[in-house]
């Protein structure tokens, strides 16, 4: 079992930052793959950002489109906590934003994650 903590979220003005931490317990952080999901009121949840573990000590990092160049994911195995860097914030970013956790080169795929965070708010204004 994996337990996934999540913090960060908060209220933030379009074009801001905020920075979203989720540490994990509960088995060997290093080979789970670690992935950002959102959800909006009325939308499905939709994957965000991805890291995952190629071998050795080397990981490789995927987004959605709609987060390239302004959202960073990246890991600390040290401290067994994956983070989400979020810059030039729009408001349709608001959502509940969930860390998840998987094996196996979960991906982008929803279904191959298997632990999941309470979710953190975060909320945009215009």
């Known amino acids: 079992q994996v337990q996934l903590l999540e913090s960060g979220g908060g209220l933030v003005q379009a074009g801001g930052s905020l920075r979203l931490s989720c540490a994990a317990s509960?088995?060997?952080?290093?080979?789970?793959?670690m992935g950002w999901f959102r959800q909006a009121p009325g939308k499905e949840r939709e994957f965000v950002a991805g890291i995952s573990w190629s071998g050795g000590s080397a990981y490789y990092a995927y987004y959605a489109d709609s987060v390239k160049g302004r959202f960073t994911i990246s890991r600390d195995n040290t401290k067994n906590t994956v983070y989400l860097q979020m810059n030039s914030l729009k408001p349709e970013d608001t959502a509940v934003y969930y860390c998840?956790?998987?094996?196996?080169?979960?991906?982008?795929?929803?279904?191959?994650?298997?632990?999941w965070g309470q979710g953190t708010q975060v909320t945009v204004s215009s």
């Open positions: 509960g088995r060997t952080f290093r080979d789970l793959d």
């Open positions: 998840a956790a998987g094996t196996g080169g979960a991906g982008m795929a929803i279904d191959k994650y298997t632990y």
